[in-house]
């Protein structure tokens, strides 16, 4: 068994007789392919072209991918065994164990939109709450309220994550407002939607 080195590898090779005659040494010169196998990772929602995630490649051996950023993504950078880049398409040599990682951030905003009270009605119930749903591109995780001039609130999500809910409000006789907002898991924060209602005793 040969211990070969990839690339280019010589092999020589000469026969001595019984009476100590050497033949002629002969030389091969041959080339050892050796391939490994390649790991790409995706962080966010995007694609790479080509990917070679679980390939055979030639070890030393120069390869190209593209990193492509999906609908409300976009890309971040390269990273892993290679020098950090933020240019989506990346040239490496390849190499044993390599791993690469290709990172896709989320930036589009939820939305968030108030259902209970509806613009201009007028309440009359006796114990009022707010009401709305909220939805993201990967999940809402929080939705915060204000009522007229009081301080930002939590409300209650659904287990559905869509619906949104605040306790009992205590409106004022006359015109109330109710604004609300939503953030999701990267961050991104929604446009505050308001409504003011009237609130009849």
Same mark, same amino acid.
Do not use: H
């Given at each position: 068994?040969?211990?070969?080195?990839?690339?280019?590898?010589?092999?020589?090779?000469?026969?001595?007789?019984?009476?100590?005659?050497?033949?002629?040494?002969?030389?091969?010169?041959?080339?050892?392919?050796?391939?490994?196998?390649?790991?790409?990772?995706?962080?966010?929602?995007?694609?790479?072209?080509?990917?070679?995630?679980?390939?055979?490649?030639?070890?030393?051996?120069?390869?190209?991918?593209?990193?492509?950023? /999906?609908?409300?993504?976009?890309?971040?950078?390269?990273?892993?065994?290679?020098?950090?880049?933020?240019?989506?398409?990346?040239?490496?040599?390849?190499?044993?164990?390599?791993?690469?990682?290709?990172?896709?951030?989320?930036?589009?905003?939820?939305?968030?939109?108030?259902?209970?009270?509806?613009?201009?009605?007028?309440?009359?119930?006796?114990?009022?709450?707010?009401?709305?749903?909220?939805?993201?591109?990967?999940?809402?995780?929080?939705?915060?309220?204000?009522?007229?001039?009081?301080?930002?609130?939590?409300?209650?999500?659904? /287990?559905?994550?869509?619906?949104?809910?605040?306790?009992?409000?205590?409106?004022?006789?006359?015109?109330?407002?109710?604004?609300?907002? /939503?953030?999701?898991?990267?961050?991104?924060?929604?446009?505050?939607?308001?409504?003011?209602?009237?609130?009849?005793?």
């Amino acid at each position: 068994n040969l211990t070969l080195i990839p690339g280019t590898n010589i092999l020589a090779a000469y026969a001595v007789d019984t009476t100590g005659n050497n033949s002629l040494t002969n030389t091969v010169k041959f080339v050892y392919v050796l391939n490994v196998p390649m790991s790409v990772q995706i962080v966010g929602q995007g694609t790479v072209t080509p990917n070679y995630n679980g390939a055979l490649l030639q070890l030393s051996n120069s390869y190209s991918m593209t990193a492509k950023a /999906a609908k409300g993504f976009a890309f971040q950078n390269w990273s892993g065994g290679i020098t950090t880049t933020t240019n989506a398409t990346i040239k490496f040599t390849m190499q044993s164990n390599l791993v690469l990682i290709a990172t896709f951030k989320d930036i589009a905003p939820p939305v968030c939109i108030i259902t209970t009270p509806t613009l201009n009605q007028t309440v009359t119930s006796a114990a009022p709450t707010a009401a709305g749903k909220a939805s993201d591109n990967v999940g809402v995780t929080s939705v915060s309220y204000q009522f007229n001039n009081g301080g930002w609130n939590a409300a209650t999500i659904a /287990a559905n994550g869509t619906n949104w809910c605040t306790p009992v409000l205590t409106p004022l006789s006359g015109s109330n407002v109710i604004q609300a907002f /939503a953030v999701d898991g990267a961050g991104n924060t929604s446009p505050t939607t308001s409504v003011r209602f009237k609130y009849v005793i």
